[in-house]
């Protein structure tokens, strides 16, 4: 349902969705904008009075299944971020761990057996190339289709 709200910060009305009684946003998108632009620690949209607030902090953002995290211009780090401004946690961790930026020939690779945001590093990540990467992953799938061969064949002899 839509209703037109005032923008907490300058009063500008808009139109807004009310989800539960209350408006998914405070503010409009130019003060938006503005607090982006201006470096902002505390994005508006990460704060209790958002219905989607988790009480985690800065909420969970995921691509592709993998963990964002934000980081901001002052950050070491900051150089790898996507045009958003996040960057994924797994190669996060590993540049921590490296105490340097990771080139973009670099990929992060989680070992077999491990999720996607089983970020724990060097026990679940692995630092690779990108044709060192494909050669495990094609590895990989090979063993995979070999087990699943194995698997039918002994319910096929059975």
């Known amino acids: 349902m839509l209703k037109e709200v005032a923008c907490e910060r ?6 807004v969705t009310i989800r539960d009684g209350v408006p998914i946003s405070r503010i409009c998108k130019k003060c938006h904008a503005h607090d982006l632009a201006s470096g902002r620690k ?4 990460w704060s ?3 219905p989607n607030w988790k009480g985690k902090g800065k909420g969970n953002h ?3 299944g ?9 950050d070491p780090f900051y150089q790898m971020v996507n045009n958003k401004g996040f960057v994924r946690e797994h190669r996060l961790v590993v540049a921590k761990a490296l105490g340097r930026c990771l080139q973009l020939g670099e990929v992060v690779h989680h070992k077999a057996g ?5 970020n724990r590093y060097p026990e679940t990540l692995q630092l690779n190339t990108v044709d060192g990467h494909n050669t495990i992953t094609a ?3 090979k ?8 698997k039918d064949l002994l319910e096929k002899n059975k």
Do not use: Q, T
């Open 48 to 50: 209790p009075g958002n």
């Open 66 to 74: 993998y963990k964002l995290v934000k980081l901001y211009s002052g």
């Open 10 to 15: 300058c009063g500008f009305i808009r139109k």
């Open 42 to 45: 505390e994005h508006p949209e």
């Open 139 to 141: 590895m990989r799938n």
């Open 143 to 150: 063993i995979d289709a070999l087990e699943r061969r194995i």
């Open 62 to 64: 995921y691509e592709r």
């Open 114 to 118: 491990y999720a996607k945001d089983d």
